[in-house]
C-alpha cells in the first residue's frame, strides 16, 4: 500500500529543493501561491513575446532592402517561437493556452509596458534589437537558474535567440550611425524616445515591487529589479559610446566609489499608466490581438476536427486490431 505524504512533509521535501537550487518539476508537490506567482509571471512573459511582435512587424513591409526584410522577419518569427514555449511551460502548471489567451484578450493579464510604445521610423527596430533585447536578455540569462525547470529550460533556448536579435539590433543602427547626417539624427531621435521605457521594462524599485521578495525566496527571481536595472545601464553606455548615441539622461556618469554608473530616475508615474492601460499604444495593441484571434478562429477549428479525425482512425484501428487478435483465427493459433 503507498502512503500520501502529508502536507507538512510536502512543504518540507518543496523547501528543501529551493534551498539545494535544484528543479521543481510540473509532478512534484508545490504550494499554490507559488503555482500562481509561476502562472503570472510566465504568462505575462509570453504575452509580451507574442504582442512584443506587433512594433516591429509594423516595419517587415517596409524594410529598406531585402536583407533587412529577411533578418526581421525571421527575428518577429523567433519571438512567435518564444510565446508558444512559454505558453507550453505555463501549460505544465495546470492552465490551458485558451484560458491564458482569454486573460490577455480581457486585459486581466499584464505584458511588459514596452510593447506599448509606437515605433515611428525603421531606427526603431534597431533600437528595439538593441535596448528592448538587451533588457530582456539581462532579465532573462537569471531566469535560466530559475527554480521551475520547464520555465528555466525554455529561457535557455531563448536567451541564445534574444542574443542574435540583440546583435541585430546594434549591427543596424552601427550601419545608420556611418550613413548619413539625417541617418544619424534618425538613431539619436530613436535612442531618445526609448531609452527611459527601456528601463522601465525591469519593473518598479524594489521599495515598490510588491512581488520580488517571495520571488526570490522562492528561487523564481533570481535578481532584483533595482540590480538587473544598474546591470544593464553598466553594460549599456560603453555601447552606446562605440555606437556614437548620447543617452539622454543628465545624471548618467561613473561612480568610481559604488563601480557602477549612476543614473536618473524614470516616471513611475508614466510606468503606472502604461501598466494601467493608458500607455500610447495599449488600446492599440489589445485591438490587434483580438483581430488576429478571431481570424485565427478557422485554423483551430480545423486543427481540432484534424486531431479528432485521427484520434477517431486510431481508435477504430486499435479496436480492429484487437478484434483481430482475439478473433477465431488468433485463437486457434493460426499465423496470419
Ligand atoms: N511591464 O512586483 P513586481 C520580451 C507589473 S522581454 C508590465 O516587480 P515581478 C522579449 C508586475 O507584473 C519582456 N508590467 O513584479 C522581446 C506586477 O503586476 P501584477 C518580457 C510590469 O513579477 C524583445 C507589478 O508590476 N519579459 O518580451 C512590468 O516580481 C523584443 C509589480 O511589479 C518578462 O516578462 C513591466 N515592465 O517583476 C520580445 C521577463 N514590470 O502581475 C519582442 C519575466 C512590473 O502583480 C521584441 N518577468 N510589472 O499585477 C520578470 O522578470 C518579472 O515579472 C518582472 C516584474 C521583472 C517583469
Given at each position: 500500500?503507498?502512503?500520501?505524504?502529508?502536507?507538512?512533509?510536502?512543504?518540507?521535501?518543496?523547501?528543501?529543493?529551493?534551498?539545494?537550487?535544484?528543479?521543481?518539476?510540473?509532478?512534484?508537490?508545490?504550494?499554490?501561491?507559488?503555482?500562481?506567482?509561476?502562472?503570472?509571471?510566465?504568462?505575462?512573459?509570453?504575452?509580451?513575446?507574442?504582442?512584443?511582435?506587433?512594433p516591429e512587424?509594423?516595419w517587415?513591409?517596409?524594410?529598406?532592402?531585402?536583407?533587412?526584410?529577411?533578418?526581421l522577419?525571421?527575428k518577429?518569427?523567433?519571438?512567435?517561437?518564444?510565446?508558444?514555449?512559454?505558453?507550453?511551460?505555463?501549460?505544465?502548471?495546470?492552465?490551458?493556452?485558451?484560458?491564458?489567451?482569454?486573460?490577455?484578450?480581457?486585459?486581466?493579464?499584464?505584458?511588459?509596458?514596452i510593447f506599448?510604445y509606437p515605433t515611428l521610423s525603421y531606427a526603431d527596430v534597431g533600437t528595439i534589437g538593441w535596448l528592448v533585447d538587451g533588457a530582456a536578455?539581462?532579465?532573462?540569462?537569471?531566469?535560466?537558474?530559475?527554480?521551475?525547470?520547464?520555465?528555466?529550460?525554455?529561457?535557455?533556448?531563448?536567451?541564445?535567440?534574444?542574443?542574435?536579435h540583440q546583435?541585430q539590433g546594434y549591427e543596424l543602427l552601427m550601419t545608420m550611425m556611418?550613413?548619413?547626417?539625417?541617418q544619424r539624427?534618425m538613431v539619436q531621435e530613436s535612442v531618445d524616445r526609448f531609452w527611459w521605457p527601456v528601463?522601465?521594462m525591469?519593473?518598479?524599485?524594489?521599495?515598490?515591487?510588491?512581488?520580488?521578495?517571495?520571488?526570490?525566496?522562492?528561487?523564481?527571481?533570481?535578481?532584483?529589479?533595482?540590480?538587473?536595472?544598474?546591470?544593464?545601464?553598466?553594460?549599456t553606455?560603453?555601447q552606446a559610446?562605440?555606437l556614437?548615441v548620447?543617452l539622454p539622461?543628465?545624471?548618467?556618469?561613473?561612480?568610481?566609489?559604488?563601480?557602477?554608473?549612476?543614473?536618473?530616475?524614470?516616471?513611475?508615474?508614466?510606468?503606472?499608466?502604461?501598466?494601467?492601460?493608458?500607455?500610447?499604444?495599449?488600446?492599440?495593441?489589445?485591438?490587434?490581438?483580438?483581430?488576429?484571434?478571431?481570424?485565427?478562429?478557422?485554423?483551430?477549428?480545423?486543427?481540432?476536427?484534424?486531431?479528432?479525425?485521427?484520434?477517431?482512425?486510431?481508435?477504430?484501428?486499435?479496436?480492429?486490431?484487437?478484434?483481430?487478435?482475439?478473433?477465431?483465427?488468433?485463437?486457434?493459433?493460426?499465423?496470419?
Amino acid at each position: 500500500m503507498t502512503t500520501i505524504p502529508a502536507e507538512p512533509d510536502l512543504q518540507a521535501a518543496f523547501d528543501a529543493t529551493i534551498d539545494r537550487h535544484d528543479r521543481i518539476e510540473p509532478r512534484d508537490w508545490m504550494p499554490d501561491a507559488y503555482r500562481k506567482t509561476l502562472v503570472r509571471q510566465i504568462a505575462q512573459h509570453a504575452h509580451s513575446e507574442i504582442i512584443g511582435m506587433q512594433p516591429e512587424g509594423n516595419w517587415i513591409g517596409r524594410a529598406p532592402s531585402l536583407r533587412r526584410k529577411a533578418i526581421l522577419l525571421a527575428k518577429v518569427q523567433d519571438e512567435a517561437g518564444h510565446g508558444l514555449y512559454l505558453y507550453s511551460a505555463c501549460e505544465t502548471l495546470g492552465v490551458s493556452r485558451a484560458e491564458l489567451t482569454d486573460l490577455l484578450l480581457s486585459g486581466r493579464q499584464k505584458y511588459s509596458s514596452i510593447f506599448n510604445y509606437p515605433t515611428l521610423s525603421y531606427a526603431d527596430v534597431g533600437t528595439i534589437g538593441w535596448l528592448v533585447d538587451g533588457a530582456a536578455i539581462c532579465n532573462q540569462v537569471p531566469l535560466c537558474r530559475t527554480s521551475y525547470g520547464p520555465y528555466g529550460r525554455a529561457m535557455i533556448r531563448i536567451c541564445k535567440e534574444e542574443s542574435f536579435h540583440q546583435r541585430q539590433g546594434y549591427e543596424l543602427l552601427m550601419t545608420m550611425m556611418r550613413g548619413t547626417d539625417e541617418q544619424r539624427a534618425m538613431v539619436q531621435e530613436s535612442v531618445d524616445r526609448f531609452w527611459w521605457p527601456v528601463l522601465m521594462m525591469f519593473g518598479p524599485p524594489d521599495a515598490q515591487s510588491p512581488n520580488s521578495a517571495q520571488s526570490m525566496a522562492w528561487g523564481i527571481k533570481r535578481n532584483s529589479n533595482d540590480e538587473l536595472r544598474q546591470k544593464f545601464v553598466d553594460m549599456t553606455v560603453p555601447q552606446a559610446e562605440a555606437l556614437g548615441v548620447t543617452l539622454p539622461d543628465p545624471g548618467l556618469r561613473w561612480n568610481e566609489e559604488r563601480g557602477h554608473y549612476d543614473f536618473g530616475e524614470p516616471d513611475w508615474q508614466e510606468f503606472a499608466a502604461v501598466i494601467r492601460g493608458d500607455g500610447p499604444c495599449n488600446a492599440q495593441r489589445l485591438a490587434h490581438r483580438r483581430a488576429a484571434h478571431e481570424e485565427g478562429a478557422w485554423v483551430r477549428e480545423a486543427a481540432t476536427a484534424f486531431a479528432e479525425r485521427e484520434a477517431a482512425a486510431r481508435e477504430s484501428a486499435a479496436r480492429e486490431q484487437a478484434e483481430g487478435a482475439s478473433g477465431p483465427a488468433a485463437r486457434e493459433g493460426v499465423a496470419r
